[in-house]
Structure formats: structure tokens, C-alpha cells
């Protein structure tokens, strides 16, 4: 079992900056892949940026050089960093280790979710 809780969300002006962080418990083994996720207000809940560990990361077209994704495994967080915010970013954002991340992973894990917020 695993629990994700995110924080970081808020209002910002478009080109402002925000960090969101996801906080891990549970079964380390099963944090191999992490990945952040939104979901705009009638839209699908789509992938942002994904991280396994060691390093490897990978981004939605939408969000490259804008957005950095990172993780502290001695602290089992995850973190993203959202520069020159756009009023489109405005979403819930989820944290997520999916199913099949490691052998210890059955099944998916999410988050709650935090707001974000751009104002133009």
C-alpha cells in the first residue's frame, strides 16, 4: 500500500512560478515510476511529467521547458516545478505511481489533488 498527498497548489498570475509536492508512504519498493497528472474542468485527466528512478523523466509537449519534474528519494517526494504559468495550466493536479511501477505495485495510487489556479 501506498499514500500520496499533494501539496503546493494556488492562484498565481500567468507567468508566475509554483511548486507542488507529493509526499510518499508506504512501500518504498513500489515507487519506481511517479508521475504528476491534471485534470482541467471538462477535460480529461491527462499525463503532465513522469519520473522513474535513477533519474530518467519525460514531459507533455505543452508543459516542456516550462516545467521540471524531480524527487527526493531519501524523502519519498516528488516535487514539480512550474514555471511561466499559463492560464491553460489551470488544473487539478495529482500525483501517481501506476500499476505495474515495480512487481510490488498492484495496483494504481493517487493522490487528492491540489488546485492551480492562472489568472491572465
Known amino acids: 500500500q501506498v499514500q500520496l498527498v499533494e501539496s503546493g497548489g494556488g492562484s498565481v498570475q500567468a507567468g508566475g512560478s509554483l511548486r507542488l509536492s507529493c509526499a510518499a508512504s508506504?512501500?518504498?519498493?513500489?515507487?519506481?515510476?511517479m508521475g504528476w497528472y491534471r485534470q482541467a474542468p471538462g477535460k480529461e485527466r491527462e499525463l503532465v511529467a513522469a519520473i522513474i528512478r535513477g533519474g530518467s523523466k519525460d514531459y507533455a509537449d505543452s508543459v516542456k521547458g516550462r516545467f521540471t519534474i524531480s524527487r527526493d528519494d531519501a524523502e519519498n517526494t516528488m516535487y514539480l516545478l512550474m514555471n511561466n504559468l499559463k492560464p491553460e495550466d489551470t488544473a487539478v493536479y495529482y500525483c501517481?505511481?501506476?500499476?505495474?511501477?515495480?512487481?510490488?505495485?498492484?495496483?494504481?495510487?493517487w493522490g487528492q489533488g491540489t488546485q492551480v489556479t492562472v489568472s491572465s
Open positions: 501517481k505511481i501506476p500499476r505495474g511501477s515495480s512487481y510490488y505495485c498492484p495496483n494504481d495510487y
Open positions: 508506504g512501500d518504498t519498493r513500489c515507487m519506481y515510476v
